[in-house]
């Protein structure tokens, strides 16, 4: 008799796990690049100020800051970018711009900013890190070019909703 009594107050006592309501944040480090705008290519290029510009969607678009003065930038950034569990985040977007190139070869666009190349990394599971080095590609007339590099580590964490 006494069994069932606990049986019954521990059912009646029990607690139902609710689902927490939760944020997604990507935790990103941009360090460095390296093999843009290969000097024997583009001997003229004086003047190298690079920014990356990184997004999940299109429409939230973040940038490190500037850094001038080498064809293989350091940034060392670190950033926190929510993400919007309703749409589907599966890339990391990233492109590397430079500013100011008055070259012949390269002219850039009238604003003074050119694309020096870009890439689309798949973004890690969930509570997992990736860091690595990625190829960035160039657009050209007749397709796409290799050139260049980015070092970067992310990763995706659960942030509880209190």
């Not at 069994?3 to 990103?28: G, P, Q, S, V």
């Not at 012949?104 to 890190?129: C, D, H």
């Amino acid at each position: 008799m006494k069994t069932m009594n606990r049986r019954r107050m521990f059912t009646r006592n029990k607690r139902i796990a609710i689902e927490k309501d939760y944020d997604i944040d990507l935790l990103l480090s941009i360090d460095h690049a390296e093999g843009l705008d290969n000097p024997s290519t583009y001997p003229s290029v004086t003047t190298r100020d690079y920014r990356v510009v990184f997004w999940v969607h299109p429409d939230d678009q973040l940038a490190t800051s500037r850094d001038l003065g080498s064809p293989d930038p350091v940034w060392n950034q670190k950033c926190r970018m929510k993400l919007d569990k309703s749409r589907d985040c599966k890339f990391l977007y990233v492109e590397v711009l430079k500013y100011g190139s008055s070259s012949e070869s390269n002219p850039g666009t009238s604003n003074g900013i050119s694309l020096v190349g870009r890439a689309q990394i798949p973004l890690p599971n969930l509570s997992s890190k990736t860091d690595g080095r990625y190829g960035l590609v160039r657009p050209k007339e007749d397709g796409y070019k290799a050139e260049g590099h980015i070092t970067l580590s992310m990763k995706l964490v659960k942030i509880d909703i209190i």
